[in-house]
């Protein structure tokens, strides 16, 4: 039975040493599909997990997604450290090879532009965050009210607490997305591309507070530190608000749907 080809990236040709022992998903050893000046970065994959809803299946599992997204993003990043990359989404895979180079061939026009495009850049990510004081203020009051007098009172004291958190709330939000939208303004100046993504949940990110505004900008490589930090003066200057800067990364965001298969 034939494996099937996990496929990381398209790219434009790079002297396979530079990638000599690397590793991709499951520890398969990467290889290179060619057509004319694109490579397509592939590992085989076991034919349990010969179509993409069988190798979804494992990003299930929390451990499985922490794996594969490590081994994705390990084997992009070392090809974007060569040459000019396009990633493809998570778990994207193809039944051969075959199939591989028949999409560089289809979609040759656009790659190469998109390639073109990528060059000499990359993405950086920022997400402001912002906290809300006094939030258990409210369920610590009436725990303290448990014998049953001044119940109305209590009641009332309670409603207002928990009117005064809602504002409170709203006031910090309002005052977050201001600054969002100022830095974005700024950051943006300085980009040749952003995109903008839902904010995170606090479930999904090691920040405190609650995501507020999250972006990615791309930008010339030579201009990322500038871009950070601008962006990092700015979040100084607005010390009611929480700033997370990653990257540089290979253009992730704006990938769109490139990788169409």
Known sequence: MST????????????????????GVDGAAIHLVRHQDLVAVVSPLAPADADEAALRARLETLAELEAIARAHHRVVAAVAACTPTLPFRLATVHRTDDRVAQLLRREYRRFRETLDRFAGRVEVGVKIYVQHAGASAGAMFVAEKTDGSGSAGAGRDYLRNRREQRNRRQHAWRRATTVAEQMDAVLAGLAVDRRQHRTQSAELSAAPGENVFNAAYLVDAGRAEELAARAQRLGAENPHVTLEITGPWPPYSFADSEERT
């Open 4 to 23: 099937a080809s996990y496929t990381y990236a398209v790219a434009r040709p790079f002297n396979p040493t530079q990638a000599a022992g690397l590793v």
